[in-house]
């Protein structure tokens, strides 16, 4: 008899409203944003010059926003429950920027699945989930919703 391999991640039949997970943390460093900077093009003096930044309302350097967000996608995928199961990111609703990510803050992902959704056609079911991107301090520097379309179980 064959032994079928799992998956580490949850299948859309397993995902429950008021299911909650959370990540290990990741700091982030000046590395990231300059090599952020150069991929993105986005060399914003905030971001970028450190003397430039000493005179703006936060006193020194923040992370682009954009890059927070892309590290709180993989903060979501390291909790390991959409591994292998995950079949597109769908969107991203009503996210806000709360609070600004420094360079050498240690930010980590909270998560709740508020809405499971059965799409057949597709393969599998759309998931909602809560996230919030918390820092070392755990103040929310970002949240809103994301959509993701989760496989079914084989069959």
Request: negative net charge.
């Given at each position: 008899m064959?032994?079928?391999?799992?998956?580490?991640?949850?299948?859309?039949?397993?995902?429950?409203?008021?299911?909650?997970?959370?990540?290990?943390?990741?700091?982030?460093?000046?590395?990231?944003?300059?090599?952020?900077?150069?991929?993105?093009?986005?060399?914003?003096?905030?971001?970028?010059?450190?003397?430039?930044?000493?005179?703006?309302?936060?006193?020194?350097?923040?992370?682009?926003?954009?890059?927070?967000?892309?590290?709180?996608?993989?903060?979501?995928?390291?909790i390991g429950v959409l591994e292998g199961t995950v079949l597109a990111f769908r969107e991203i609703d009503q996210w806000k920027f709360a609070k600004p990510i420094f360079i050498g803050d240690t930010i980590h992902v909270e998560v709740e699945v508020i809405e499971t959704k059965s799409v057949p056609r597709l393969g599998g079911g759309s998931i909602t989930i809560a996230v919030k991107v918390l820092n070392q301090n755990n103040e929310t520097v970002m949240k809103g919703n994301w959509i993701a379309l989760i496989a079914s179980q084989p069959a």
């Open positions: 064959e032994n079928p391999i799992r998956s580490r991640g949850l299948y859309f039949e397993e995902f429950v409203v008021g299911q909650r997970f959370a990540s290990v943390g990741r700091t982030v460093t000046e590395h990231d944003v300059m090599t952020f900077a150069g991929l993105s093009g986005d060399y914003n003096q905030i971001h970028t010059d450190a003397e430039f930044s000493k005179s703006t309302v936060y006193g020194q350097r923040i992370v682009h926003g954009v890059l927070g967000l892309s590290i709180a996608t993989g903060l979501v995928m390291r």
